[in-house]
């Protein structure tokens, strides 16, 4: 491999690399606009021009491959010099209108023009104006003006979803971004060229002007759209006084990115994923225990109601989950059942359209694998709609889906006139949560710790955004208050990384993991161990 030398420390870096790559290995990021990982490479930014030891001019380091002996040097008065001249072209036509950008804070013109620009501009000329707020697709919105012609979204859109949309119309210094007469952005993924915007050129309708992103806390977690189960960055906002007016006025979910996993969703999400956090406001919470449904009551009144009628219908109790359950939660309520003697447990399917070529899967169970893993194959929503319509059901928890309302289970009349004890826990007033004897509030995804396995096999960690609404408590403590009122002998679990032993202990595919050994990316699961 070709040794190196950059900024007079020594690199050792895989044939084919660029200048970029191999100062990236050392920490040391080149200032660059059109490169970036996932795409192809434009060199037409020329913000990352280095310079090279005996090469008669500076060099784009994204484009120049790494040879060995070569030296470079990326921060010399020649490079700085160049970098501001690049900076000054890029604010020529650039609007002063950070104020109300949505990129602000996290724009790299701004970064940039801190850390490399001269501060002041020798253009006294008129700036050329371009279109302001264009409409694109569905979800995206442009400003052409603050466009600096990176095509980075272009070759999104030639490169990964195929369907080429973007491109640069006009010429010379006219030249601005746009879509093809009568076809809009409207391909599945187009909410990334946002993402990959290093300006505010493109917004996302859905977040455009909706708060500042000083304002957010960001969490890792892992998108419960589909069983790909994308890794993401959920921006819950704040609650905060900034010079005597309220900065922020929810903690609710304000957006969700990306987050870069190459074994899992590599730098991309789809749409549909991106906007799933807008399910979780769909419909109305439960925030208190009810008995019954409509009524609220203390929460020990509701969970002595509860467990008195899982009690005394030992033996004859049915649990219908939802896909979407994490899999301590699962774990918790297998062993309930196990120790009321009940034997039927079943899981939602929800399935959904079709397996796309990128990302998109039609099974939009977040943890169907890890339902398969703790239940077997068997435990299907059939097998338990068929134990009530044969009179083998006295008591029946549903426990409701944790994202989308739409998904949380209801009974067919034929079947509800054969319980009478439902007991339904979930975060949503959905589907049994109107009717059941007993409803006791739980933890929505964004509120909550735990594992999931996606389709692959690759167990993740789901985080807590924010505090849960009211009374509501992840499942796996809904179980414990449960046993406890009925006197049933349950692990005294006080938090969900107890449950996840308690999972490495009984569940085969996840022997030998904890928090830690997940970590960020997952742990892909093969023959019991992680690899």
């Not at 490169?159 to 971004?177: A, S």
């Not at 006084?241 to 870069?260: C, H, I, N």
Request: charge should be negative; glycine fraction near 10%; proline fraction near 4%.
């Amino acid at each position: 491999m070709p040794k190196l030398t950059i900024d007079g420390r020594e690199v050792e870096v895989e044939a084919g690399k660029t200048i970029l790559q191999a100062a990236l290995t050392l920490g040391r990021e080149i200032p660059h606009y059109c490169y970036h990982p996932g795409l192809s490479i434009a060199g037409n930014c020329r913000m990352c021009l280095v310079e090279v030891e005996k090469a008669p001019k500076l060099l784009i380091a994204c484009d120049t491959r790494v040879q060995d002996g070569m030296v470079v040097n990326t921060d010399n008065q020649r490079v700085r010099d160049a970098r501001a001249s690049m900076m000054e072209f890029f604010l020529i036509n650039h609007p002063l209108d950070c104020p109300i950008c949505d990129q602000a804070g996290e724009c790299r013109l701004q970064e940039y023009a801190t850390e490399h620009g001269r501060g002041t501009s020798r253009f006294v000329e008129v700036k050329n104006i371009s279109e302001k707020a264009v409409d694109i697709g569905p979800h995206v919105m442009l400003d052409q003006e603050r466009c600096i012609q990176c095509s980075r979204c272009i070759r999104f859109c030639e490169e990964v979803t195929g369907t080429g949309e973007l491109n640069f119309f006009r010429r010379g210094q006219r030249t601005v971004i746009g879509v093809f007469p009568e076809r809009p952005l409207d391909n599945g993924y187009s909410g990334n060229v946002v993402d990959i915007c290093p300006v505010g050129a493109l917004t996302l309708k859905e977040f455009r002007f909706q708060t500042r992103v000083w304002y957010l806390d960001n969490t890792p977690s892992i998108c419960a759209g589909c069983a790909r189960g994308c890794n993401i960055i959920v921006s819950v906002g704040t609650q905060r006084e900034l010079m005597g007016t309220q900065g922020q006025l929810d903690e609710s979910v304000k957006r969700l990115v990306p987050r870069f996993n190459e074994e899992v969703n590599g730098h991309w999400m789809c749409d549909e994923g991106r906007l799933s956090y807008q399910r979780l406001y769909s419909a109305p919470r439960i925030e208190r225990a009810q008995h019954p449904a409509g009524t609220v009551v203390p929460w020990a009144d509701a969970v002595s109601a509860a467990a008195s009628a899982l009690k005394s219908a030992a033996g004859k109790v049915a649990v219908l989950l939802s896909s979407r359950t994490t899999s301590e939660d699962m774990l918790a309520w297998r062993m309930l059942l196990e120790k009321l003697g009940g034997d039927t447990i079943g899981v939602r399917a929800n399935h959904r359209g079709d397996d796309d070529d990128l990302l998109i899967r039609a099974d939009k169970g977040a943890n169907s694998r890890g339902a398969a893993w703790i239940f077997g194959e068997g435990a299907t929503e059939d097998a338990v709609l068929d134990a009530l319509l044969l009179g083998r059901v006295e008591a029946l928890v549903v426990v409701g889906d944790p994202l989308d309302p739409v998904d949380t289970a209801n009974l067919e009349a034929r079947v509800r006139e054969k319980i009478a004890n439902v007991i339904h826990v979930g975060p949503f007033v959905a589907g049994t949560a109107e009717s059941a004897a007993v409803v006791l509030p739980a933890a929505a995804w964004s509120e909550q710790d735990g594992t999931m396995a996606n389709f692959e096999g690759r167990i993740q960690r789901v985080r807590r955004c924010h505090l849960p609404q009211g009374e509501g408590r992840p499942g796996w403590r809904v179980v414990r208050d449960l046993a406890e009122a009925a006197g049933i002998e349950m692990p005294p679990w006080t938090s969900y990384v107890e449950v996840l032993d308690s999972l490495a202990e009984q569940v085969e595919e996840y022997r030998g993991l904890d928090a830690e050994s997940i970590g960020l990316l997952g742990a892909k699961v093969g023959a019991g161990t992680a690899t």
